[in-house]
């Protein structure tokens, strides 16, 4: 099989030397692609510069959200893929804008003064150009800074390559199994994934990794390691190529 | 000699999966743990998990200011350094609180009605206690942080242990060099600092690191390579050793 993994957490810029990151080892991916490439697949690897690597495959490094929509783009038009494993954590925000407290308060103040209301302020203040700042300053008491959505990637693989298998990754922190395995099927259909990973934080540490795999007719497997995690996806995408 | 050496960049955690990361490759701080060690001084070596780290020195590790200023108070309360080189990026700023755009834009707009100022209300809000979120919500369009000035943890080292040596850093982005070195002189003294190691983001990659060494009459020396900054910093901590 020909496949396209993605690992490791993406990080979005404040400024030159602030990120905001996404924690993710990108041991759970390497090990996949570890265990794909040992079984013969072909693997193309998407991941990060600070995640670990799997062995004796050569990655391609993003860093962004939107550096990742735009690798995903342009490898799911040039290549057909059998199957693509989304295990990367996306940044969900990006940095809009940034303000010391004094300046950010001083306009909505003006804006308010004169008539008009709080969200209206906020809104004109962020439609307000401003360049980024290359290191923000230090100076300020308090700092305001407004996140924008970052575009979903899970949602854009299956528009762009319609006939490849998606499996995409679920990670909530210290829920009820019913609750990670109602979101895993929400996400499942809302990205027109075949399959979702679903894992809580509480349970994942580098020797252990409790995770359900959820189809679109409830959990279909569990696993408890990586490894498990690995031959569970590796079982599933063999048994439906057959 | 005995050095205590920080280096990497600190984490500030936004929820349990994301944080707002200081780059910092740990590199250099690891160039100058070998260095010193190769030339039999005992290295004190504190960084962060993701930090490139010296060879054959067990590092300490922290991940916030918090974290760092709590490590360092222990060690100076505990033990006598003939020099501290405090290369460690530290966050300026940690998260205070968080919050989805409408609910922020709606407390504001409530206290503004009962007549207040955006500035009372605004220190309100953050006065409101609010607990912190295990993952904050991908629901909202718009997420304001707001965040907070950190300790100052260069400032506490001579008040801690006035009679070590300090050697401090300072990294701007894009500047004049007069400019940094006037930024990096008055760092000197506002933290009663022996050196400070002065470099531009621009001039620093992996292979080449442009620094000035500044002192109390102004810059004494000058580097081009993590290597060459090893030396300038063993030269200048031997001679007044003696």
Redesign the interface.
Known sequence: MKLLITAGGT?EK??????????SSGRLGAALGENFRALGHEVTYVTTK?AVKPQGITPILIESAEDLAACLTNLLQQEKFDAVIHAM?V???TV?KSFP?TE??AA??TN?EKGK???ES?KQL?ADSQSTA??IS?Q??????????TPKVIGLIKKLQPTTRLIGFK????VEPSELIQVATASLKKNDADYIVAND?TEVAPQQHHAYLVGPRGVVAEAFTKKEIAEMLQRVLEEEAK
Do not use: C, G, M
């Open positions: 990080s404040i400024d030159d030397v602030r990120s905001i990151t996404n924690h600070s954590a940044s969900d925000f809009a407290d950010f308060i909505l103040q308010v209301t709080v969200e906020f962020l290359k290191k230090s300020a008491e308090h700092l305001v800074l407004v996140l924008k959505q990670l909530l922190v210290d934080l």
